[in-house]
Nanobody, 124 residues
Framework: QVQLVESGGGLVQAGGSLRLSCAASGRTFSSYATGWFRQAPGKEREFVAAINWSGGSTYYADSVKGRFTISRDNAKNTVYLQMNSLKPEDTAVYYC?????????????????WGQGTQVTVSS
């Protein structure tokens, strides 16, 4: 079992930036893909970005492509999400997750461990 703790959320104006961090402990973090998801009020949890176990492959939702960057530091057991050019529609609770496999995935069912989430609010 792996424990995940997200940080870095907050309130930012449209066009601004935030960097989310997710620190992992427990299960061998570096052997598995990781990802970020988000959930806005009244909506289902949706995929944002994912990265494979080595950091060599990344995937993004179309809605964030070109604005968000996922990265990982296996030596620090941490995954990051750099969010630039934020829009009000990016407002949501952001969750990090550790995958069941080494390759990156986009479905929630492919991720077995989840953090508690961090709130991101983008004002217009």
């Amino acid at each position: 079992q792996v424990q995940l703790v997200e940080s870095g959320g907050g309130l930012v104006q449209a066009g601004g930036s935030l960097r989310l961090s997710c620190a992992a402990s427990g299960r061998t973090f570096s052997s598995y893909a990781t990802g970020w998801f988000r959930q806005a009020p009244g909506k289902e949890r949706e995929f944002v970005a994912a990265i494979n176990w080595s950091g060599g492959s990344t995937y993004y939702a179309d809605s964030v492509k070109g604005r968000f960057t996922i990265s990982r530091d296996n030596a620090k057991n941490t995954v990051y999400l750099q969010m630039n050019s934020l829009k009000p529609e990016d407002t949501a609770v952001y969750y990090c997750a550790v995958g069941r496999y080494r390759t990156a995935a986009t479905a929630t069912s492919d991720f077995g461990s989840w953090g508690q989430g961090t709130q991101v609010t983008v004002s217009s």
